[in-house]
């Protein structure tokens, strides 16, 4: 059985943003080709999550959702819950995971102290 991921931005009304995250999901489906990986914005953007879970439902029993935020805040904990829930409950045989945001990781102090570097 394949992995089927979907990976949540915010969305943005700036299209270079929203090109970036899509870009970086490219990436991240070029480092496990044998995923099925898509992407979804929360708002002012499509697709949305409710419509990429409806396709990668199309061949999924489950599906790992991946929210791209730094912290656990009100989006984390209760927007793409209620999504998510809503979802679940008119497909209730795709079972649903949903990851925990990038939060205080150690391994974004190294990417810090790149950025510090890089900076003129």
Same mark, same amino acid.
Request: glycine residues 2%.
């Given at each position: 059985?394949?992995?089927? /991921?979907?990976?949540?931005? +915010?969305?943005?009304?700036?299209?270079?943003?929203? @090109?970036?995250?899509?870009? *970086? /999901?490219?990436?991240?489906?070029?480092? +496990? $080709?044998?995923? /099925? %990986? &898509? +992407?979804?914005?929360?708002?002012?953007?499509? #697709?949305?999550?409710?419509?990429?879970?409806?396709?990668?439902?199309? @061949? &999924?029993?489950?599906?790992? /959702? *991946? #929210?791209?935020?730094?912290?656990?805040?009100? +989006?984390?904990?209760?927007?793409? $819950?209620? %999504? %998510?829930?809503?979802?679940?409950?008119?497909? $209730?045989?795709?079972?649903?995971? *949903?990851?925990? #945001?990038?939060? #205080?990781? $150690?391994? %974004?102090?190294?990417? *810090?102290?790149?950025?510090?570097?890089?900076?003129?």
């Amino acid at each position: 059985m394949k992995k089927h /991921v979907l990976v949540i931005s +915010h969305g943005s009304r700036e299209v270079s943003a929203n @090109s970036d995250f899509k870009k *970086l /999901v490219a990436l991240y489906r070029k480092k +496990h $080709p044998t995923w /099925v %990986i &898509a +992407h979804a914005f929360l708002e002012l953007a499509e #697709p949305t999550i409710a419509q990429s879970l409806e396709i990668l439902a199309e @061949s &999924a029993e489950e599906i790992f /959702v *991946l #929210p791209l935020f730094l912290f656990q805040a009100r +989006h984390v904990k209760e927007h793409i $819950p209620a %999504i %998510i829930k809503k979802f679940q409950k008119e497909n $209730p045989k795709v079972k649903i995971k *949903l990851g925990k #945001p990038l939060g #205080p990781e $150690p391994k %974004i102090l190294n990417l *810090l102290d790149d950025r510090l570097k890089q900076t003129r």
